[in-house]
């Protein structure tokens, strides 16, 4: 089992110092998975595939969820560039500093907390890009039989929650609020329904399904015409057209299996370990290693310190992880306890299946 996470190094860089600068946009690293879901959803409901070559509509309801950018790769955004870094990403985020910051992501295992893979990107990189691809090359290079995952609430995007279900792998994910319009309706209460495909309002209104748009969403609407005589429409919608629009994404399945696990007492259990793991790992990479702040300038300098201090903790915890089967090996009392349990590690790594087993065996 791996738990990622991602923190922030501050660039050394004046954040007063920049250029507005229009950039390309970059392609969601799922896009080709997401263009080829949303023709198959549309194929089943008899609706004609989208065009690759026009722009992608904005979707109306602004919801965050969806997987990267919503355009192609002409799409231009103007963008913050640093004259003294400009490899390095202006980060605006909620109770974070703002500024150019540079983001470490880092993978540690569950049992020993030994750091298994780190990646630098700019500051302005989402959490969840980079995440699917930095595990394949993990269960690629080590061969790790990678069964579960724990993960903050920034990756619970659909993309990583389908990305996962499709390697069979387990994710346990933190909860994230959903964006909410004070005094409106929450989209919890409108309820879905998986066989008739539809959404129900609080006022007992149909939205059935109308299309599927280019970020993947399907979208349900209202009749105009109850909508315009409702006397909660206030706290529905505001459209001039009295049409209210819910909508779904493709993979929003993979997300409810992944939210639900999260209730469970397993779940639970998993996600209170990743404060004792990987946020470990970062609290003692600020504490020792000076991993607050970037001591060199460019994304290969950066990232080569982040490696360093890497190899500098994976070296400590190796080092009183044998001092410690050492003095297992040299106590008196009961020569063969610590042998077996040491032969129950080993074999729990051979086998996952025997990790609950080595678990109890090494308590």
């Known amino acids: 089992m791996l738990y990622t996470d991602s923190t922030h190094l501050k660039a050394n860089a004046n954040k007063r110092k920049f250029d507005l600068v229009e950039l390309e946009q970059t ?86 907390s030994i750091i298994t893979d780190t990646h630098v990107t700019p500051a302005s990189v989402h959490d969840s890009q980079p995440y699917l691809a930095r595990l394949d090359r993990q269960r690629e290079r080590f061969g790790f039989h990678v069964q579960a995952v724990g993960l903050d609430a920034g990756y619970f995007t659909p993309a990583i929650c389908q990305g996962l279900e499709d390697r069979g792998i387990d994710g346990v994910m933190g909860y994230r609020t959903p964006n909410h319009k004070p005094g409106f309706f929450y989209k919890r209460d409108f309820r879905y329904s998986r066989y008739r495909e539809e959404y129900t309002c609080p006022q007992g209104q149909v939205l059935r399904y109308s299309t599927t748009n280019r970020a993947g969403y399907q979208e349900f609407r209202s009749d105009p015409s109850r909508c315009g005589s409702c006397p909660v429409r206030e706290k529905c919608t505001t459209s001039a057209n009295h049409v209210k629009v819910v909508i779904r994404h493709v993979w929003e399945r993979a997300k409810e299996r992944v939210d639900a696990r999260r209730l469970t007492d397993w779940g639970k259990a998993i996600y209170k370990r990743s404060k004792e793991t990987v946020e470990r790992s970062f609290a003692d990479a600020r504490q020792l290693h000076g991993h607050r702040y970037a001591r060199m300038r460019g994304l290969r300098k950066v990232a080569e310190q982040c490696l360093l201090g890497a190899a500098a903790r994976n070296i400590k915890k190796i080092a009183l992880l044998v001092a410690r089967l050492r003095a297992c090996l040299r106590v008196p009392r009961r020569p063969y306890g610590c042998l077996q349990r040491l032969i129950s590690a080993l074999r729990a790594l051979i086998d996952p299946k025997l990790a609950p087993y080595a678990a109890t065996r090494l308590a």
């Open 27 to 112: 392609p969601s690293a799922y896009l080709a998975a997401l263009d080829a879901a949303v023709d198959a959803d549309r194929a089943a409901h008899d609706k004609k595939p989208l065009r690759r070559n026009e722009p992608k509509a904005n979707d109306k309801d602004g919801d965050d969820d969806a997987p990267g950018s919503s355009g192609t790769d002409k799409d231009k955004k103007e963008t913050k560039v640093s004259r003294t870094d400009p490899d390095s990403g202006y980060m605006v985020r909620d109770d974070e500093p703002t500024g150019f910051f540079y983001l470490d992501h880092r993978t540690v295992d569950t049992r020993y």
